[in-house]
């Protein structure tokens, strides 16, 4: 009677530690690309990076580095969701926000959609620093390399 006692806590032990090891995966899962029905992927985004900064940047497009590059996941009237390689960002979008193109084309808010590889541009002055104030925004082409 000892010995079954025994083995049913090491087969109970065995379980948890499944179920455990069961409920870190699914959470890092939704850590990395969120809950969404289709499942987000990220593709890497350093070759995007060159088209936005070059010597030859067409008016509007400032120098330097973008402050956030990623991929759109939703937009309303008061800002944008997009997915980074750091995860889920919510930057804000006003009046004064200016969108290009690769090309420094200006696009309307109706020009980018759910997918478009955005790099934006702004100041992190709301929220005490921490949300991002888009001032200008560019939807770069995607590349053509498969997602992983």
Same mark, same amino acid.
């Given at each position: 009677?000892? %010995?079954?006692?025994? @083995? &049913? *806590?090491?087969?109970?032990?065995? !379980?948890? !530690?499944?179920?455990?090891? #069961?409920?870190?995966? !699914?959470?890092?899962?939704?850590?990395?690309?969120?809950?969404?029905?289709?499942? /987000?992927?990220?593709?890497?985004? @350093?070759?995007?990076?060159?088209?936005? *900064?070059?010597?030859?940047?067409?008016?509007?497009?400032? %120098?330097? %580095?973008? =402050? &956030?590059? #990623?991929?759109?996941?939703?937009?309303?009237?008061?800002?944008?969701?997009?997915?980074?390689?750091?995860?889920?960002?919510?930057?804000? *979008?006003?009046?004064?926000?200016?969108?290009? =193109?690769?090309? #420094?084309?200006? !696009?309307?808010?109706?020009?980018? @959609?759910? #997918?478009?590889? /955005?790099?934006?541009?702004?100041?992190?002055?709301?929220?005490?620093?921490?949300? /991002?104030?888009?001032?200008? &925004?560019?939807?770069?082409?995607?590349?053509?390399?498969?997602?992983?």
């Amino acid at each position: 009677m000892a %010995e079954n006692r025994w @083995q &049913i *806590i090491i087969g109970a032990a065995v !379980l948890l !530690l499944m179920l455990l090891a #069961g409920t870190f995966s !699914l959470g890092v899962y939704i850590g990395r690309h969120g809950l969404s029905r289709e499942g /987000l992927q990220y593709q890497p985004l @350093q070759q995007a990076v060159p088209r936005v *900064i070059n010597p030859n940047r067409p008016a509007g497009i400032p %120098e330097g %580095e973008p =402050d &956030i590059i #990623g991929r759109l996941r939703t937009a309303s009237q008061s800002g944008i969701e997009i997915a980074t390689q750091n995860g889920i960002r919510f930057v804000v *979008i006003n009046q004064e926000t200016k969108l290009f =193109d690769e090309r #420094g084309e200006v !696009l309307e808010r109706k020009d980018i @959609q759910r #997918g478009d590889i /955005l790099a934006i541009f702004g100041s992190f002055s709301l929220n005490e620093g921490s949300q /991002l104030l888009a001032v200008v &925004i560019i939807r770069i082409p995607p590349s053509n390399q498969p997602q992983p």
